[in-house]
């Protein structure tokens, strides 16, 4: 989950928080990433190995 401002716009590969509950509720498997970047570091969400 990606938490932007209003004037940003989502990634079609993001799901809102309405798209996550209903995951949950139906028992899909769910894989939750949190990453905490820093800007100045520059390192990309996509570079992080899974």
Do not use: T, W
């Amino acid at each position: 989950m990606l938490f932007l401002r209003p004037e940003q716009e989502l990634c079609s590969k993001l799901m809102c928080c309405r798209e996550v509950a209903r995951s949950v509720k139906a028992q899909e498997d769910v894989f939750v990433m949190f990453a905490s970047l820093r800007v100045e570091e520059k390192n990309e969400v996509d570079a992080l190995p899974v």
